[in-house]
T-cell receptor, first 117, second 113 residues
Framework: GAVVSQHPSRVICKSGTSVKIECRSL??????MFWYRQFPKQSLMLMAT?????????EQGVEKDKFLINHASLTLSTLTVTSAHPEDSSFYIC?????????????FGEGSRLTVL | GDSVTQMEGPVTLSEEAFLTINCTYT??????LFWYVQYPGEGLQLLLK?????DKGSNKGFEATYRKETTSFHLEKGSVQVSDSAVYFC????????????FGKGTTLSVSS
């Protein structure tokens, strides 16, 4: 099956620093990637839709200046949490679409757990 | 907007018991419907899907039928195993290019031997 890889899987940083999370589709080209955030015991909340070569589309309530998304190639999207604060601590998950964009499943990365001290 | 509602957990069952996890949705048009599973310490995996009304998705003994009339996609398994312990997410996706999955809150299943 299709593989999506996220890196790093865990990161701990100090408040005020920036953290970059990478999402790669290893064996297919992903025109569209999605970034989700998952709080403990809660569902996945869509943060933004990332399209290769264009600006990301952010969901309402998501600060685009805090969560910078870059989709520079068909196999790589990055999420940078800028000036991180403890409330940004969460589990961030990326997903990528392959094949039929209308009905196709999304493939998920393993997730990245961010802890901001 | 589009939304998915699934039963609150946790669901605790003994091995070989029958499982039902209810899922209903609200969406414009006819979305594709999915069940994803998240095992402890792992990423999300597609369990099954259905793309049109009356379709039945099935995998690993799990089944779900796309019911347009009741806007439901309930997950069932006739005999659960300890290895089925995980968090199950119901999700929908609109039939538009580049649309994301909308998830329910997830239901934690714990199966004991």
């Amino acid at each position: 099956g299709a593989v999506v890889s996220q890196h790093p899987s865990r990161v701990i940083c100090k408040s005020g620093t920036s953290v970059k999370i990478e999402c790669r589709s290893l064996d297919f080209q992903a025109t569209t990637m999605f970034w989700y955030r998952q709080f403990p015991k809660q569902s996945l909340m869509l943060m933004a839709t990332s399209n290769e070569g264009s600006k990301a589309t952010y969901e309402q309530g998501v600060e685009k200046d805090k969560f910078l998304i870059n989709h520079a190639s068909l196999t790589l999207s990055t999420l940078t949490v800028t000036s991180a604060h403890p409330e940004d601590s969460s589990f961030y998950i990326c997903s990528a679409s392959r094949g039929d964009a209308n009905t196709g499943e999304l493939f998920f990365g393993e997730g990245s757990r961010l802890t901001v001290l | 907007g589009d939304s998915v509602t699934q039963m609150e957990g946790p669901v605790t069952l003994s091995e070989e018991a029958f499982l039902t996890i209810n899922c209903t949705y609200t969406a414009t048009g006819y979305p594709s419907l999915f069940w994803y599973v998240q095992y402890p310490g792992e990423g999300l995996q597609l369990l099954l899907k259905a793309t049109k009304a009356d379709d039945k998705g099935s995998n690993k003994g799990f089944e779900a039928t796309y019911r347009k009339e009741t806007t439901s996609f309930h997950l069932e398994k006739g005999s659960v195993q300890v290895s089925d312990s995980a968090v199950y997410f119901c999700a929908l996706r609109r039939r538009q290019a580049g649309t994301a999955l909308i998830f329910g809150k997830g239901t934690t299943l714990s199966v004991s031997s």
